[in-house]
């Protein structure tokens, strides 16, 4: 797949399935999709050197670890 | 056709690298070099020396950020007169990951070994379905099957370490957890059994009419650091033979891939650009197309 089509399809994935198919494109892709919101998140914090793990299962959204897992605990 | 045999040549590469990485980290012949370098080393010592050297293994194997690293030439020479011109020699060594995304699962697959391998240990991106973090369903199988005795067998992804003239397992994570979950609750029975004994002959000794000093009830409790778990082997049943075939055959082949999240995998394809993501449906039609062509030329 190519970047583009990555893009849309990874933002395709978080819509209800009645609206797979949408007439006009732009409609369809919100800045508020929720692919958009965590990769900004992801992004941000990736790029100033934590390590982002999915929280889900301490009941949050995201981890920060300071190196990775093996060094420390989250934060 | 350029960008196919650049991405070779790359790959090929990164192989090369990523195996002699391997050898560096290899714990047996480090850790036997450093045996013969201390022989008469006490117990004691190598025992607080332990977390020491794991820490100073996984700064080894954990040393890169992020699966992109940057080739550093050895002639400063060189670099310097590249470096007048403004034209810096250091190149990207991209490590060329291949994924396939499944809308299903909202995930993107990386089913090839050495790619996990390199996304879990450089910047620890995804994790194995079948494991709690790290992808390590296949040593812990290969654990299993070697039991509780440790018996010499030859598996490939098994990591044994030589300490002390014996052959010690490197538990996987998991495996350090349920551990200590049956230490602790061990731990808990043992203190409740000595409770339940010191309210017991309270209980007599008040219907007889005499005291127990105080010191001498807790002293027979056992707190958290005064109890030591006593030999665990008695906890451990052998598996059943059956199943300990059928984890022989499984581990021949390893049925844990690895799932990135889609931000992690669009972080990698486009930040980074070192992911390749296929399509589950076009990944389908193209293995139809491999076994039709096979079939029809068989």
Request: glycine residues 4%; contains cysteine.
């Amino acid at each position: 797949m190519t970047q583009r089509e990555v893009w849309e399809a990874f933002q395709m994935v978080h819509l209800s399935p009645h609206l797979q198919a949408p007439s006009d494109p732009v409609h369809a892709l919100r800045p508020d999709n929720p692919f958009l919101v965590n990769y900004v998140f992801f992004h941000h914090y990736r790029s100033l050197g934590w390590v982002v793990k999915n929280g889900v299962k301490f009941c949050v959204d995201y981890l920060l670890y300071k190196r990775g897992p093996v060094f420390h605990h989250a934060e | 056709m350029a960008t196919l045999s650049s991405s070779v040549i790359g790959s090929s590469r990164e192989t090369a690298m990523f195996t002699r990485y391997l050898v560096v980290t290899d714990p047996c012949t480090s850790h036997s070099q450093m045996a013969s370098v201390h022989p008469s080393q006490s117990r004691e010592d190598s025992s607080q020396k332990k977390g020491s050297r794991k820490r100073n293994e996984n700064n080894i194997i954990y040393a890169n950020p992020l699966p992109v690293s940057f080739s550093l030439i050895e002639n400063r020479f060189a670099v310097t007169i590249l470096g007048i011109f403004g034209v810096s020699p250091t190149r990207v060594l991209n490590p060329r990951c291949e994924g396939t995304f499944d809308p299903t699962t909202r995930s993107v697959w990386v089913t090839n070994r050495r790619d996990s391998m390199i996304l879990w240990r450089r910047g620890f991106f995804g994790k194995g379905n079948l494991s709690r973090s790290e992808p390590s369903w296949l040593a812990r199988q290969s654990n299993v099957r070697a039991g509780p005795g440790g018996r010499k067998h030859q598996l490939c992804l098994r990591v044994v370490t030589w300490t002390h003239g014996i052959f010690i397992l490197d538990l996987t994570s998991e495996e350090v957890t349920a551990k200590r979950r049956v230490e602790r609750k061990q731990f808990k029975l043992d203190r409740a059994r000595a409770i339940a004994a010191a309210a017991a002959e309270a209980e007599a000794a008040f219907a007889e009419g005499r005291i127990i000093p105080a010191e001498e009830s807790k002293a027979s409790i056992p707190s958290a650091a005064t109890w030591k778990s006593s030999n665990s082997n008695r906890n451990v049943v052998p598996p059943p033979s059956d199943y300990l075939q059928d984890a022989a055959d499984l581990c021949a082949q390893d049925m844990e891939h690895m799932q990135l999240t889609l931000v992690e995998a669009f972080f990698l394809t486009w930040a980074l650009d070192c992911l390749t993501i296929y399509h589950s449906k076009t990944v389908r039609s193209r293995h139809m197309c491999v076994s039709i062509g096979s079939s029809m030329f068989t």
